[in-house]
């Protein structure tokens, strides 16, 4: 299958419009490539940029350093044949992938399939599930309230949600809505996610935290969380009398112009073009249904957004939309919080090129080579999805999948380094040649293999 690659001009960004959703005519790269970097033309086609928005649209006012010219061609060329190694090697079933400098999306690439079934292609408004990349959405949200007063980040939750509590009562006192959105609540990592998945109702799990022993006193330690990082969800509730989505759809959907965004999987199935979640058998990627588990943690996990939207996301999240997310916001938003040491040796890039790992509010915040790096990634069933930018240069990427593995996300921090001038390591070793399979045991061998396993 041919990836769908498309590399945008520098005129301005593309409208959130719906009378400027139109397709794109061709235009040389040479042009593109002119308008957006200065440089030559890249070996490719590609489409030209909508028109600007109008122009009483508020835009960032904000500075950043810059990259090489000359780096930022080379790196989005090596992305592209490093995203083409990994279809041909049948490494994911669909992707979809787009690059933000500064507050212009610069770079769009998708490949294979939103349903390996039906044939049923990955485009930029293919929708995926976003998984944990959903709780930045909960975070901005309660940033824009506690900015209207409705409540704080040291808003105590015993004092917001009379079910509230933990096993240890001076615990259940102190917990705010800052421990919470900050993973530092105390439990131990995870806590009820298993039986989440074996579909025991979120409101019930909610109200079963004080059966589990705390691992250090609220605020001190870090533990991952969804069901309880999704009280935020009755938190809004209770103090606006509005439902979790309707605010996240009034506050950021609506104005950043998602248009495709959502929660819930009935939301995600009445798309045109969703992507299914895809397992790996020996003739291919197969598609099956997503299950509802982790929708019932809608703050946590319940997101559903195409690429085109995730690019407004990023634009956002960068300083591009100081109308919808003030620079005030962003800063309390980033701002490193409890550490993560953990998230320091996880995988080879992570322990040649992070010295700190922290996380903030729905962010990771990693020092990467020297530089702040702003970064999540998300898991559910077969989806993966990741964010990460570089707030000193305004420089970001967005990668959705249908399908798990590894390697994909590692060619993300090989675009990292190559834009940053740092020495080339093939992370994700899509520039050495498979290794060669060995042959398959005979019929009687392979029986023989399944009885010793037992």
């Not at 990627?285 to 690019?311: F, H, I, K, Q």
């Not at 040796?345 to 990771?364: D, I, V």
């Not at 675009?415 to 019929?443: I, M, N, Q, Y």
Request: proline share 7%; glycine share 6%.
């Amino acid at each position: 299958m041919i990836p769908r690659i498309r590399i945008f001009a520098a005129s301005g960004p593309r409208s959130n419009a719906k009378s400027d959703r139109r397709p794109m005519p061709f235009r040389s790269m040479s042009l593109l490539i002119a308008g957006l970097l200065g440089l030559a033309s890249l070996p490719c086609s590609a489409y030209a940029a909508a028109p600007t928005q109008p122009a009483t649209r508020p835009t960032s006012q904000s500075t950043h350093d810059t990259l090489s010219p000359a780096r930022v061609k080379a790196a989005l060329a090596d992305y592209t044949r490093w995203l083409d190694t990994l279809q041909q090697r049948h490494e994911v079933a669909g992707l979809a992938t787009a690059v933000v400098y500064g507050d212009k999306v610069i770079y769009e690439h998708t490949s294979g399939y939103a349903d390996a079934a039906t044939g049923s292609k990955v485009t930029p408004t293919t929708v995926f599930r976003l998984a944990s990349l959903s709780k930045a959405f909960a975070t901005a949200t309660a940033g824009l309230l506690i900015d209207d007063g409705r409540f704080s980040w040291n808003t105590k939750l015993i004092d917001v949600l009379p079910f509230f509590k933990l096993k240890d009562a001076q615990a259940s006192s102190a917990a705010t809505v800052g421990d919470i959105l900050g993973q530092r609540i105390g439990l131990p990592r995870n806590t009820y996610d298993n039986l989440l998945e074996d579909n025991v109702p979120y409101e019930e799990l909610v109200r079963k935290l004080d059966e589990v022993d705390l691992t250090c006193d609220v605020g001190q330690c870090y533990g991952y969380q969804n069901v309880a990082f999704s009280l935020i969800g009755d938190v809004i509730y209770a103090e606006t009398g509005d439902f979790y989505y309707h605010q996240v759809d009034k506050r950021l959907f609506f104005p950043l112009g998602m248009h495709s965004a959502s929660y819930g999987r009935a939301a995600l199935e009445a798309n045109k073009n969703w992507a299914h979640p895809h397992r790996k058998r020996r003739d291919g990627w197969v598609p099956y249904e997503p299950r509802e588990a982790y929708y019932r943690v809608a703050p946590a996990a319940g997101v559903n957004a195409s690429l085109r939207d995730m690019e407004k996301w990023l634009v956002a999240q960068m300083g591009g939309r100081p109308d919808v997310l003030s620079p005030a916001l962003l800063k309390v938003l980033h701002a490193p919080g409890v550490a993560t040491p953990s998230e320091l040796h996880s995988t080879p890039w992570r322990r040649a090129r992070l010295t700190s790992a922290n996380y903030a509010l729905g962010w990771r915040v990693f020092t990467y080579a020297g530089q702040t790096m702003i970064f999540h990634a998300g898991a559910v069933e077969s989806y993966r999805t990741l964010i990460a930018f570089f707030p000193k240069y305004r420089f970001g990427v967005v990668m959705l999948r249908d399908s798990p593995g590894l390697t994909p996300a590692a060619v993300v921090p090989m675009l990292f380094d190559s834009v940053l001038g740092l020495p080339h390591e093939d992370w994700a070793g899509v520039e050495h040649p498979l290794p060669v399979k060995k042959a398959r045991p005979t019929r009687h061998h392979r029986s023989r293999a399944r009885h010793h396993r037992r």
